[in-house]
Every structure is written in C-alpha cells, then in structure tokens.
C-alpha cells in the first residue's frame, strides 16, 4: 500500500509540473521563461563542468587557419597555394565566393585554385537558412564552370544568430536528393571512407578541445602542423559569424571544427529522451519521495521534541532534497564522460520540489474518495 501511495504521489507531482509547463507555454505574458526553457539543456550544463574542472583536449588532427584579415580574394588564394604546399590531407573552405568581384586577377586566381586541387571542400548555402524548406541553393562563383566540385552545405539550424547550437546536419533533402553537408564531405576526405548521407543532425560533441590555430601569415613557418591533417579555412574573429555554444561565443569555423571531431572521433551526444527519459524520470522521482514518506514517518516518531521538530523543518528537507539531486547529476555526469550519454534529471528533480503540494491534494483526494465511499 505504501509503494503504490508514493507511486500515486509522485504520478500527481508530475500531473502538477505538467500543468505548470502547459501554463508557461500557452500563457503569452510568460514567453520569456518559455524561450528560457526552451532553449536549456543539460549537457550545457556538463559541458560547463567540464570546461571549469579539467584541461581541454589536444586535437592533432585538426587545424584552423584565420583568414579575418584577409579581404581580397588575390591574397586568399595566395594563402590556399602555401596551404597546399605543405599537403594538408583535406582543406575545409568556410567561405562562400558569391559572384564576381571588380578584383579581377583575384576572381580568377580563385577559380585556379578550385580547378587545380582536389582536396578542398567548398562551402555553398541553402538559401535563408531554411534548411527544412528550401530548395535553392547558393554557391560560389565558379561551381557551374568546374565539373564535379567537391562542397557542401555550411547552414546552421535555424535562428542562424539566436539561440544555442548544439547540432549540425550530416545531409539534406534539396530537390528530391538528399545532398551531404560541408562537416560530412571534409570528413570523408580525411577518412577516405564514404559517410552515409542521412536527412539528419548530429549532436555536436563539445567537450572542450583545443584546436591549433595559425594565422594566415604563418603557414610556410609551421608546415608540421598542416601536413597530413585537415585543415579548416576560415574567419576566428567575424562577429557577423560568431555563435552561441554551451562552452560560450565561439567562431562558426571552430563550432565546423568541433563538428568535424565529433564525426571522426564517433563520440555523437546520445539525448535520452521519450519513453526511456519518462520512465527514469519516475523511477527517480518515485525512489525519493518514497524516501521523503519514510523519513517522514520515522521522524513523527522520534520521542525527543526538539529533534522532531528541527528534522521537520523545511530547512533539513532542502539539504536532504539537495544531497538526492546532488547524487543523481553525479551519476548522469559520469555517464555523459564515460558514454556520451546525456540525461536530463530536471524533470525528476522538478517533481520531487513539488511532492509537498502533491501529496496534500493525493490527501484530499483520498479523503473526498473515502468520504463518498461510506
């Protein structure tokens, strides 16, 4: 009888977060905390823990060439030569070379360049953002003119400056055809292996990584470290592209990076979510106010007035509902360390804060029920 009270209990705990959830979505003057909820995760949180407590990963694998202070396409080609002269494996371009410019020479030094070598990926852009909807697509100047040029999408999700990213897409329905995307094809360049092109994202994998960086005026001096690596070209100090992460702003050319490690390393963030995420979710909740009943009839017994009334307070309570959750983000950090798994405890700890106001309307209910029963 007691077993199922707390599991009736805790059935209403969570009747009474969802009636809150519902109210804070549908209720317009609290927008606000639902864009605030909406957009919160908790691996952001992991991911913080991780980044304050511990030294961020060397990549070797990975090399990141600022280009911020390159403006003319002459200058940008004449970096992408020196780049080749110390063979990188793969070249990751994040700019998209829209149409033609007065620079003439540069615009055909560009597209020597294209036409020349064949381990760059060129970035191109669904049109807007809208990855979902949109079938057009712009590319660079020169894709028409050079047979089979290797590129890929470069979009972020939607809300392209707003909001936190933490996916990006492997390929993408355009026209009928599903199309890899720019983290995909630099990938398979590196591996020399064929990703299968899916109509999904990956959940980027932001474990705090250190990626070499070289400035564009620096390449020929440190040819160890392009030769045989990736090498993604792109702008670190762009405001126009710079997005929110767990681990801060970021340049949209680090977050490719983090994208790219993500793909070769396999360490894809696993979300528990649907039913495994509902059922743990109350199993957790369950486990703790199962405990909070014991305790509480335990206490009603203690002979001692003062401690009785100082282990009733609501003082203690918070401290013992602090160690419960203390304990189970414990265990869900370990698991998202150990196997990139990510659970979020936020709905079994919202429902343990309400087992007070759940167990007085169970009390009630009970009561009205037996009342009508005799």
Known sequence: MNKLRSALITATSFAVVGIIAFFTINVSWLNPIKKVLSDFSMTDIYYQILQDTSEPEQNNMITIVDMTDLYRRSDIADVLHQIEECHPKIIGIDIVFEGLKEDTLGDLMIQEVASTYDNIVFSYKLLYGNRNDSTETVHSFFADSIPALNEGFTNMPRQLYGGMKRTLSIGDEINGEVRPSFITKVTEGYTGTTVKTEDKDININYTPTEFTILSSDSILAHPELIVDRIVLFGAMKEENDMHYTPLGKIAGVELLGYAV???????????????????????????????????GKKVKD????????ILSTGFINGIILFFWWALFMWIAFILFCQFNISFNVGWAYSAMVMRKTATEV????????????N
């Open 302 to 309: 203690i002979k001692n007035t003062t401690v009785r009334i």
């Open 261 to 295: 490690n993500t793909m070769l390393q396999r360490k894809n963030i696993l979300e528990v979510s649907g039913i495994p995420m509902a059922i743990t979710s109350f199993l957790l909740a369950w486990l703790v106010i199962s405990f909070f009943l014991w305790e």
């Open 362 to 373: 169970y009390t009630e209910c009970a009561n009205l029920f037996n009342r009508k029963k």
